[in-house]
Structure formats: structure tokens, C-alpha cells
């Protein structure tokens, strides 16, 4: 999984999430999801074609003080299955969703970086809308990594 911090600007969780959903809303082939709220949002893009594949899903919320960067913005891209309406109705979604946000959600709950080589142009387009947003709203990214499993060492 790709991380990127970004510092500074105007940009929430929700206006990347919203930036990413605008940019998609008019591709035919392509279904994206916002779920979140707050300080945390998920959204998911993939291919309309093939919907029980698993799909591109972005991360972002505000580091929280305990991290090194804290208060920066935190965006993470990965590979899950698509989160059914059923799923995202579901009460307890924000836990979920603030599990991700944790080094052990990011660990257990996302598909390993090298599926996400299966969606490389789209991935690339994600990143350039982020890139985009934040850049726009006056954030800079300030560092960028590929996530390794603490067990594992391999990237996830």
C-alpha cells in the first residue's frame, strides 16, 4: 500500500474524497463510493465490468497527535473488496472505517501493493487527482512510502 503526507492547505479527508468521486461520476465504466465522515473517509474505485473483483480503495484522514506529522493529512492507496450498500449502511461502518485508519487495519484489511499493479493506469489517475486537489488547496506533499507489513516485511 502507497501512503503520501501532505502539509499545509486547505484540504479535508472529505474534499479529497469529493474531488475523487466528481473526477469518476462521468466515466461509464468506472463506479466509485464515498463512505466516511469527519476526519476520515474511504472512497472506492473500480470497474463497473467486473464488480466482484476487488478494487482500488483511497484512504485519507488527519494524523492524530500520536504520529510523527500530526494534523497532516494522510492519504493511502490499496486494493479491498467492494463494500456493498448493505456494508455501508451498516451501523457499525464507522468502526470500520477508523479500524483502516490504524496501522493494524492498514496491515490486515488492504490487498498487498503488488495487486494493485492489476489497476496501474487507474491508480496513476487517483494519484493525479490527489496530487491535483492538494496541490490546488495549498498542501505539499512532504513524504510518500510504500507501507511494509511489521511481520512480514513485505509491502502491503
Same mark, same amino acid.
Given at each position: 500500500m502507497e501512503q503520501h503526507i501532505y502539509h499545509g492547505g486547505t484540504a479535508t479527508p =472529505?474534499?479529497?474524497a469529493g474531488a475523487l468521486i466528481t473526477h469518476f461520476a462521468h466515466d461509464p465504466q468506472i463506479r466509485a463510493q464515498q463512505v466516511g465522515s469527519g476526519e476520515s473517509?474511504?472512497? %472506492?474505485?473500480g470497474p463497473i465490468a467486473h464488480p466482484d473483483r476487488p478494487t482500488l480503495t483511497l484512504a485519507a484522514h488527519r494524523l492524530p497527535a500520536t504520529e510523527p506529522h500530526a494534523g497532516d493529512l494522510a492519504v493511502s492507496l490499496g486494493v479491498q473488496q467492494w463494500m456493498s450498500e448493505e456494508v455501508v449502511g451498516f451501523?457499525?461502518? *464507522?468502526?470500520?472505517? =477508523?479500524l483502516l485508519f490504524t496501522r493494524w487495519g492498514q496491515n490486515t484489511l488492504l490487498w498487498p501493493i503488488h495487486e494493485i499493479t492489476e489497476?496501474? *493506469?487507474? *491508480? %496513476?489517475q487517483i494519484w493525479a487527482v490527489v496530487d491535483s486537489t492538494l496541490t490546488a488547496q495549498g498542501g505539499t506533499l512532504i513524504d510518500q512510502q510504500t507501507l511494509v507489513h511489521p511481520h512480514l516485511d513485505e509491502p502491503i
Open positions: =472529505e474534499s479529497v473517509f474511504l472512497v %472506492q474505485i451501523s457499525g461502518m *464507522a468502526g470500520i472505517i =477508523e489497476h496501474g *493506469a487507474l *491508480a %496513476q
